[in-house]
């Protein structure tokens, strides 16, 4: 079969996630099998919908917006609490916000930040930027930022909310921000099967290297490596687990109601290969 064209997100916290492909002794047989392109997660959904990926981390809203995906079990980028990555940033207070400048690297986001609004009767417009926050704050009263320019931003200067932790005061939910997901029609179910068992192996490893990691990207990133490690231990939960998926079920049910996403399609999680194998 020809090698899987992967979808994967060039931010900090998805680098456990990679860990098998870009180090150790497996990653050589990984690349021979999968096509690794890195992108944000805005242009990893437009992979998909142009048929030009098979297999992603794709942001939540796309699962509402592209027909055929399949989920890949196991693994995700969620948070239980705040998530520190994902951050309304403004010098007003927040009941003064009258438009947001979204950043464009995400949909799913944007598309949260809105349902958070709406929850709380909030009439706010907003307007796609470029990630860069002097700019969008010169233009607007508050930037909605994600990923490692987020991390990056020094809460003392701003009013900064948390829209994990914003999510999880109003609903009592965790948010899950992104998951493994391949096109239906990319490969048969022992397929999709074994390779969410390679990404989950992944994503095993890579958690027994946190320490690594965030030494490697403190430099990148101009912040302690306590710091990152931390962001990667206790602000984003990397587990597909029951609780995740009520909240994601919650959050597509209320961006459903409010307008902001179209209605999601059942969730169809790919069995795992120990599931697979029981029933044969």
């Known amino acids: 079969m020809p090698s899987l064209r992967v979808c994967a997100i060039s931010y900090l916290n998805t680098v456990p996630l990679m860990w098998n492909f870009d180090h150790g002794c497996r990653a050589a047989e990984l690349r021979r099998q999968f096509e690794v392109d890195y992108t944000v997660p805005s242009n990893c959904a437009q992979m998909f919908a142009e048929g030009s990926a098979d297999i992603g981390i794709i942001p939540t809203a796309a699962y509402a917006t592209i027909p055929g995906l399949r989920i890949l079990p196991d693994v995700a980028i969620a948070s239980k609490h705040a998530v520190r990555s994902i951050l309304l940033i403004s010098a007003k207070p927040i009941n003064e916000i009258r438009s947001v400048a979204l950043d464009k690297s995400s949909r799913t986001s944007a598309a949260l930040l809105k349902v958070l609004f709406r929850i709380q009767d909030r009439d706010v417009a907003y307007f796609p930027e470029d990630p860069y926050l002097d700019i969008m704050l010169a233009k607007h009263d ?90 990667l231990t206790h602000n984003i939960h990397y587990v597909l687990d029951s609780e995740n998926l009520a909240g994601m079920q919650l959050f597509f049910r209320l961006a459903a109601s409010y307008g902001i996403l179209p209605a999601a399609p059942e969730l169809r999680v790919v069995p795992e290969l120990e599931t697979r194998n029981s029933a044969q």
Do not use: C, M
């Not at 994990?164 to 939910?173: E, F």
């Not at 990319?186 to 992944?202: H, K």
């Open 142 to 231: 508050a930037a909605l930022l994600i990923g490692d320019p987020a991390l990056q931003v020094d809460p003392a200067r701003y009013q900064v909310w948390d829209l994990g932790q914003q999510w999880r005061s109003l609903t009592g939910k965790p948010f899950l921000f992104a998951f493994w997901a391949a096109r239906e029609s990319a490969a048969s179910e022992e397929e999709l099967a074994q390779a969410a068992e390679a990404f989950r192996d992944s994503r095993d490893e890579g958690l027994q290297h946190v320490h690594e990691i965030a030494r490697d990207w403190h430099v990148k990133l101009s912040l302690p490596e306590e710091t990152l490690s931390r962001y």
